[in-house]
């Protein structure tokens, strides 16, 4: 039997080396891999269905999967994660604490970008910041006139979108905005303005304190598979899960490897050794038994954000045939 040829869109990372340089295989798959960045993926992705099989937001998938609009069926591989109170930058002459963002203006990118759903989940569940509490300005970092991705319809919430040609990178710099948030640090004369800097000083020690208490480590993208292949194919989730398994397993043990690092970065032997001591060995896992409680918690927050209409079970996110594995 001829294996199917598929287009797969993804990121360049060291998880998915091992698909790219061929080291694993699909199975019943002949692949045909495009490594985009992340913004040119999800707008190809969710516009147009372009992709096979796509690295994906998980916040525009849910969305999709909350209206019933849904091109693709996710698996639980999650090719990014972040914690992300590094996300978020302020004018620190005048925002000194996370309360202080009540009633402000904050600049974002899109407001259903996942990044942003799970900042505001923190300043929510631990500062007591909520969405509506907020004017949101919505623009271009680097680039003017950016739009959602996706249609949203925000009952409640005070969303505004910046002035044509203005970024929110500028809007920040001049003072018009009190805080940005986004995947990306601000860019233009705002990276070197002395007054815009973290909300959290040591955004490091403040994940790791976040990480103790809750047992989460965010969700940033999940893969999709076209549902027209899937009902073709159903063998295909199974396929791609335990594939996409592989790599991440492949990178790992290449990262263990101290003989020579395989990452231009000192002290990566040290940080390993302390990833595994907070959050044990597998602690970029996949599959959704060991991701339960964060899986939960950013469908709770997303709702509540005004994104999802209803609340999403976490059954309905991913393909069947990937809730469990055989074992030997």
């Known amino acids: ?84 109170h590094t996300s978020i930058y302020v004018r620190t002459d005048r925002i000194k604490r996370p309360e202080d963002l009540k009633g402000k203006r904050i600049g974002v990118p899109e407001y259903q970008l996942t990044a942003i759903v799970w900042a505001r989940a923190v300043l929510q569940d631990d500062y007591g910041v909520a969405a509506s509490d907020v004017t949101w300005v919505r623009g271009g970092i680097d680039e003017p006139d950016r739009v959602e991705k996706i249609g949203l319809d925000l009952p409640g919430i005070k969303l505004e979108n910046a002035p044509p040609g203005r970024t929110i990178s500028d809007m920040l710099n001049d003072g018009e905005l009190d805080a940005f948030i986004a995947p990306r640090p601000p860019g233009g004369l705002a990276r070197q303005n002395p007054d815009i800097g973290w909300l959290f000083p040591d955004p490091t020690v403040t994940a790791k304190q976040y990480y103790e208490r809750t047992r989460i480590f965010p969700i940033m993208h999940v893969v999709g598979i076209r549902n027209a292949l899937l009902e073709q194919h159903p063998w295909l989730a199974a396929a791609v899960f335990k594939a996409f398994s592989a790599s991440k397993a492949y990178a790992l043990d290449r990262l263990s490897d101290t003989s020579a690092t395989k990452v231009t970065l000192p002290f990566v032997e040290e940080q390993l050794k302390a990833a595994k001591a907070l959050m044990g060995d597998d602690f970029w896992s996949y599959g959704v038994k060991a991701n339960l409680p964060t899986l939960e918690t950013f469908l709770r927050h997303h709702h509540g954000q005004g994104l999802s209409k209803r609340l999403v079970t976490v059954e309905e996110l991913f393909h069947p045939s990937t809730f469990e594995t055989a074992v030997i």
């Open 1 to 84: 039997m001829a294996k199917l040829q598929l287009s797969i869109a993804m990121g360049d990372y060291d998880r998915t080396r091992a698909l790219l340089d061929g080291h694993v295989q699909i199975d019943g798959v002949d692949p045909v891999y495009m490594t985009l960045s992340p913004e040119e993926t999800f707008f190809r992705a969710f516009r147009h269905t372009e992709f096979d099989i796509s690295e994906l937001s998980f916040s525009s998938h849910l969305v999709k999967v909350s209206q019933g609009r849904n091109d693709y069926t996710a698996i639980p591989v999650f090719l990014s994660r972040a914690f992300r």
